[in-house]
């Protein structure tokens, strides 16, 4: 089994910036690909960033694109998501996602394990 568990939400003022880690353990999930997602209240999860395993293949929601950064250290099990410029719109549930080798993309469906989120607020 593998868990997923994502920190560093918080409230931060418009234009702030937060870094979001997702860590995991259990079984070993390498190579992985990892995305991040998002949920607002009323709204359906939806995309923010994917990265492959060596790091090297990133791509973003044209609504993040510029002001979000998604990384990872496999040394330490973890996926980053550094997030610049915030708006109120970011305002959102974050949940880390896993997928076994290069399956993981830009649906949910895609993804194999999930943590339990992380809330972001941003205040205008």
């Known amino acids: 089994q593998v868990q997923l568990v994502e920190s560093g939400g918080g409230l931060v003022q418009a234009g702030g910036s937060l870094r979001l880690s997702c860590t995991a353990s259990?079984?070993?999930?390498?190579?992985?690909?990892n995305g991040w997602f998002r949920q607002a209240p009323g709204k359906e999860r939806e995309f923010v960033a994917v990265?492959?395993?060596?790091?090297?293949?990133?791509y973003y929601a044209a609504s993040v694109k510029g002001r979000f950064t998604i990384s990872r250290d496999n040394t330490k099990n973890t996926v980053y998501l550094q997030m610049d410029s915030l708006k109120p719109e970011d305002t959102a549930l974050y949940y880390c996602?896993?997928?076994?080798?290069?399956?993981?993309?830009?649906?949910?469906?895609?993804?194999?394990?999930w943590g339990q989120g992380t809330q972001v607020t941003v205040s205008s």
């Open positions: 990265i492959n395993w060596s790091g090297g293949i990133t």
């Open positions: 996602a896993a997928a076994l080798g290069a399956r993981g993309g830009r649906t949910p469906a895609e993804y194999d394990y």
């Open positions: 259990g079984r070993a999930l390498r190579p992985a690909t």
